[in-house]
């Protein structure tokens, strides 16, 4: 029996690259996703790709700045699913390589709100669902446990606001039986490559700092990771700062 069988998630960002591929995977082990997004087109493909697998697939439009919106999001899954089980923050905010003073003070807010305060807020709402046995899985980057974020040092701060999140949930709603992760993934998207074919030079230099000499695939690398980290056999695991990124990082 799939180890997620009938376990019921909510994916933000899973219209595409990682979060299609989070979606697929624990729908390959048996979960109902709610598979949530801002384009409906990229989450039908996401969702037409869950059931293909044996899972079960809903879409909801959402765009996590919006509070009202995040919690139409909660309430959907729960009035369609009966609860939620699994909460999978992926929604991103554009990187850039910009130096910290070229770095208008505006962008930096919507960074922080779409990627920091969702991820906060989005925790919040699905935690009453959560208590027993849920699983939240969150976000974390290379440029935020790097000696040298040069260039991406905003977007590494609001990353590492991400982690301190998941490190304080995961001591204060232990008791409440909710495990908390964060992970730090490196795979192949359309946003990577259009930043590779966009800054050749960076781009190859940073792939060069990979130890297993590949990009992750979506799904079977860090999908993979995550459905296993929202299963029975990581029951003892919560708190903890996980690199899915073929060795690239290193925590200590």
């Known amino acids: 029996m799939p180890f997620l069988d009938r376990k019921v998630a909510i994916v933000t960002g899973a219209g595409t690259g990682i979060?299609?591929?989070?979606?697929?995977?624990?729908?390959?082990?048996?979960?109902?996703?709610m598979v949530s997004g801002r384009k409906q087109e990229l989450l039908d493909e996401?969702?037409?790709?869950?059931?293909?697998?044996g899972g079960t697939a809903l879409t909801a439009i959402c765009d996590v700045?919006?509070?009202h919106q995040l919690d139409?999001?909660?309430?959907?899954?729960?009035?369609?699913?009966?609860?939620?089980?699994?909460?999978?923050?992926?929604?991103?905010?554009?990187?850039?390589?910009?130096?910290?003073?070229?770095?208008?003070?505006?962008?930096?807010?919507e960074g922080f709100e779409a990627v920091a305060l969702a991820t906060f807020r989005l925790m919040k709402a699905c935690h009453p669902y959560l208590r027993g046995g849920g699983v939240i899985v969150n976000f974390g980057t290379g440029a935020g446990i790097r000696p040298?974020?040069?260039?991406?040092?905003?977007?590494?701060?609001?990353?590492?606001?991400?982690?301190?999140?998941?490190?304080?949930?995961?001591?204060?709603?232990?008791?409440?039986?909710i495990r908390v992760h964060t992970v730090v993934p490196l795979a192949s998207s359309d946003a990577l490559r259009a930043w590779a074919e966009h800054r050749p030079e960076e781009s190859r230099k940073f792939f060069d700092t990979v130890p297993l000499g590949r990009l992750g695939d979506p799904e079977a690398d860090i999908g993979r990771a995550i459905a296993f980290l929202c299963g029975p056999d990581s029951a003892y695991i919560t708190g903890n700062t996980i690199a899915i990124d073929g060795g690239q990082a290193y925590l200590h």
Not at 151 to 164: D, M
């Open 46 to 53: 996401t969702a037409a790709m869950v059931r293909d697998v």
């Open 65 to 67: 700045t919006d509070t």
């Open 148 to 177: 040298d974020p040069v260039g991406y040092g905003c977007y590494a701060a609001i990353k590492e606001a991400v982690r301190t999140l998941s490190r304080t949930a995961a001591v204060e709603w232990g008791p409440d039986g």
């Open 72 to 109: 139409a999001l909660v309430e959907t899954t729960v009035r369609e699913f009966g609860t939620i089980d699994i909460l999978v923050n992926n929604a991103q905010s554009p990187m850039a390589n910009v130096p910290l003073l070229d770095w208008p003070d505006e962008n930096f807010a």
């Open 19 to 33: 979060g299609r591929g989070v979606s697929i995977a624990l729908g390959r082990e048996g979960a109902h996703v």
